[in-house]
């Protein structure tokens, strides 16, 4: 599949000049810019594993996070899936599906990713199951897990704009 790019924007929070693009590809980018690796789990009645996260403004969201030093972009989704939802894949259990490229005009300070140019990747594990019961690790940063629908995902998560990624739009169509 050949890249196309979902969405364009820039965020305030990046006090640069920037580009964040969310891509549907089914190629992983260059790993050594690859900083955060993501998983869309997905079971047969096509409702996606989500983790809540225990931070002030995070809430329900994809499972996943940073990359640890010399860590593969399928470990770490395989690692962050794990310890925030308790669920368990493998690297044949994974697809990549997409990305997000982050692109910087100049460097912010103390900005500890690749620059000018870094990619968080998202990675599809599609099950033939009915989404089993998961419980994040003791001490993860997650307090709670479940499998939602696409109408659930859009009422609990505050920015569900991966969906398209799944071929769901982010806003229901009236």
């Keep these: 599949m050949a890249e196309e790019i979902v969405w364009s924007t820039t965020q305030p929070a990046l006090e640069v000049p920037h580009r964040i693009e969310l891509v549907r590809s089914t190629l992983l980018p260059p790993t050594d810019l690859v900083s955060c690796a993501f998983v869309l789990a997905v079971d047969r009645s096509a409702r996606?594993?989500?983790?809540?996260?225990?931070?002030?403004?995070?809430?329900?969201?994809?499972?996943?996070?940073?990359?640890?030093?010399?860590?593969?972009?399928?470990?770490?989704?395989?690692?962050?899936?794990?310890?925030?939802?308790?669920?368990?894949?493998?690297?044949?259990?994974?697809?990549?599906?997409?990305?997000?490229?982050?692109?910087?005009?100049?460097?912010?300070?103390?900005?500890?990713?690749?620059?000018?140019?870094?990619?968080?990747?998202?990675?599809?594990?599609?099950?033939?199951?009915?989404?089993?019961?998961?419980?994040?690790?003791?001490?993860?940063?997650?307090?709670?897990?479940?499998w939602l629908s696409a109408a659930e995902v859009r009422a609990r998560c505050a920015n569900p704009d991966w969906l398209p990624l799944l071929g769901v739009p982010i806003r229901e169509s009236r």
Excluded at 54 to 64: K, Q
Excluded at 76 to 102: N, Q, Y
Aim: proline share 12%.
């Design 48 to 146: 996606v594993l989500l983790a809540h996260v225990d931070r002030p403004g995070r809430g329900w969201d994809v499972p996943g996070g940073h990359l640890e030093p010399g860590e593969t972009p399928q470990a770490a989704a395989i690692r962050e899936l794990r310890e925030e939802t308790g669920f368990a894949v493998t690297e044949a259990d994974l697809s990549v599906v997409g990305w997000t490229r982050i692109s910087l005009d100049e460097r912010p300070p103390a900005y500890r990713y690749p620059y000018p140019v870094s990619f968080m990747v998202f990675f599809q594990a599609r099950g033939e199951h009915d989404g089993p019961p998961t419980r994040p690790t003791p001490g993860s940063e997650c307090t709670a897990a479940a």
